[in-house]
């Protein structure tokens, strides 16, 4: 994956992250951990590529590890840590990035019902 290919899916990510959660990233290049997000509680996690994956299956990655900082980061918070919202089923799981046909999609992970492109979710 190029450096441009992951700021493309991270883009696309944050853009689902600003649409649905209330929690914004601090990011810092850091040399012996690679790209951290950082809660305002000043937590963190290191995020990067899979390797050896399709461009579908490493946004769907990227997509889970910047889940895992956001159900992290609102917990911390004090707030629901669900996130992205599965519109089935509010406050009681989060959509799961996944992929289907070649796109990496969120999906319901009890009904298996698509829900967007990841980067196309709209603000709740």
């Not at 937590?43 to 990655?61: D, K, N, V, W």
């Amino acid at each position: 994956m190029t450096d441009a290919e992951f700021t493309d899916a991270l883009d696309a990510v944050l853009r689902d992250l600003r649409a649905q959660c209330a929690v914004r990233p601090r990011f810092e290049d850091d040399a012996e951990s690679g790209l951290m997000m950082y809660a305002p509680d000043g937590s963190g996690q290191g995020i990067g590529p899979a390797l050896g994956a399709t461009p579908a299956e490493r946004m769907a990655s990227l997509a889970e590890q910047v889940q895992e900082w956001a159900v992290e980061a609102l917990w911390s918070a004090g707030a629901s840590a669900v996130w992205p919202h599965c519109p089935e089923h509010p406050d009681a799981h989060p959509l799961t990035a996944t992929v289907t046909g070649g796109t990496a999609i969120w999906a319901c992970p009890k009904s298996g019902a698509p829900f967007g492109r990841i980067g196309t979710l709209e603000s709740r």
